[in-house]
C-alpha cells in the first residue's frame, strides 16, 4: 500500500468509502476490505453507519496502529459544544479512543472559522484524533483557514475524477502540500462503464474502475477513497496499484469531458 504523510499521520492512498452503506452491509463490507488489505476507511456521522464501523474494526486482527480512520462533523454541529458532542458520539459509536483524521465535513454559511479550528486543535491535543481537515472547502475558504487561522490541515477532501477538473484547487493544495482526499472517484460508479476507460483498460487487461482510480493515484498528494461494497469490486479498485498508465491513456483520459460534478447540495458554498 503507498501512503501519504501529511501532518504527522500516514494516510494509505487507496481507502475505502462507505457512503450509502449502513448496518449488516456495511459491516460485511468493511470486514471484507480489512480482510483483502485495506487500512484507511472513510466515514461521517452523516452516513449513520459508524456503529457497524465499529463493530467491523473490532472484529477485524487488524492493529490499531496499522489502521486509519476518517470520520467527519456535519455541518449542522459547528459550534464548539456541538462539535465536541458530535466527537464525542462517533468515537464511541466506532468503538474507538482516537481517530486519526476528524474531517469538517461541509462549510456552512455562518460558520466562526476560528472558534470551530480552535476546538478541532483541542481535540488533536488531547490526542483524540491524529490530524484534523477539512471537506468540500473551496480555495478562498481555504486561503482563510490555511494562511490566517493557520490551521495544520491534513487534507481536503473533494469531488475529484475523471470526469471533473480540479486544476485550481489541487494547484492551491499543492503549493500548500496538502494532500487532496478524492471522493466519488469512480464519478459514483460511472467510471465502469465509460466506452474511452474500457479501451484504455483493455490494453492492460484492467478495468475501466481500474484506470480511473489509478489515474488518480498517479497525481502527487492524491488520495482515493472508492466506496465498494462487493468484494469483487474491492479487490479490483486495491488492484489499481499495479496498474501503469502510459502517456497515451493518459492523453485519452485528459480530453474526456470534465464538468460533471454528481455532489452538490444547496448549501455548498460557490466553487472557484
Ligand atoms: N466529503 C464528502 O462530502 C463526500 C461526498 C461524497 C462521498 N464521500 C466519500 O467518498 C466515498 C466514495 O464516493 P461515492 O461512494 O459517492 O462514489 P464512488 O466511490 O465514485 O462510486 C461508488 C460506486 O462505484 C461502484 N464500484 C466500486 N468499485 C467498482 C468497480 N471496481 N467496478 C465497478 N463499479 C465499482 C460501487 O458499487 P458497489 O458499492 O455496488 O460495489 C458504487 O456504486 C463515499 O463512499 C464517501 O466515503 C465524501
Redesign the pocket.
Known amino acids: 500500500m503507498d501512503y501519504l504523510q501529511t501532518q504527522g499521520i500516514r494516510l494509505p492512498r487507496l481507502g475505502l468509502?462507505?457512503?450509502?452503506m449502513q448496518g449488516d452491509v456495511c459491516r460485511a463490507a468493511v470486514e471484507s476490505a480489512l480482510g483483502l488489505g485495506y487500512r484507511h476507511i472513510?466515514?461521517a456521522e452523516m452516513y449513520g453507519n459508524e456503529d457497524a464501523i465499529g463493530e467491523a474494526i473490532a472484529a477485524s486482527r487488524v492493529a490499531r496502529q496499522d489502521l486509519h480512520v476518517t470520520t467527519?462533523v456535519w455541518n449542522e454541529n459547528l459550534v464548539p459544544d456541538a462539535i465536541r458532542r458530535a466527537f464525542d458520539a462517533s468515537l464511541k459509536k466506532l468503538r474507538l479512543d482516537h481517530v486519526d483524521l476528524y474531517l469538517v465535513?461541509?462549510p456552512a454559511k455562518h460558520m466562526d472559522l476560528p472558534a470551530m479550528f480552535e476546538t478541532l486543535a483541542r481535540l488533536k491535543e488531547e490526542g483524540r484524533t491524529r490530524a484534523i481537515g477539512v471537506?468540500?472547502f473551496n480555495i478562498a475558504l481555504l486561503r482563510t483557514v490555511v494562511e490566517e487561522i493557520k490551521a495544520p490541515i491534513a487534507c481536503n477532501?473533494i469531488?475529484y475524477?475523471v470526469m471533473l477538473d480540479q486544476t485550481p484547487i489541487r494547484k492551491y493544495l499543492k503549493a500548500k502540500s496538502i494532500p487532496l482526499v478524492a471522493?466519488?472517484?469512480?464519478?459514483?460508479?460511472r467510471a465502469?462503464s465509460n466506452q474511452e476507460l474500457i479501451a484504455i483498460g483493455r490494453k492492460h487487461d484492467a478495468?475501466a474502475?481500474?484506470v480511473a482510480l489509478k489515474w488518480l493515484l498517479d497525481q502527487d498528494e492524491v488520495a482515493a477513497?472508492?466506496?465498494?461494497?462487493?468484494r469483487e469490486?474491492q479487490a479490483?479498485?486495491l488492484g489499481a496499484l499495479n496498474l501503469t498508465l502510459d502517456d497515451a491513456d493518459r492523453k485519452a483520459i485528459a480530453a474526456l469531458p470534465k464538468d460533471q460534478r454528481f455532489?452538490s447540495p444547496g448549501f455548498a458554498p460557490a466553487w472557484d
Open positions: 468509502g462507505t457512503y450509502r472513510d466515514t467527519k465535513h461541509w471537506a468540500n477532501q469531488e475524477h471522493y466519488c472517484p469512480l464519478a459514483q460508479g465502469a478495468t474502475a481500474q477513497i472508492p466506496k465498494a461494497s462487493r469490486s479490483a479498485n455532489v
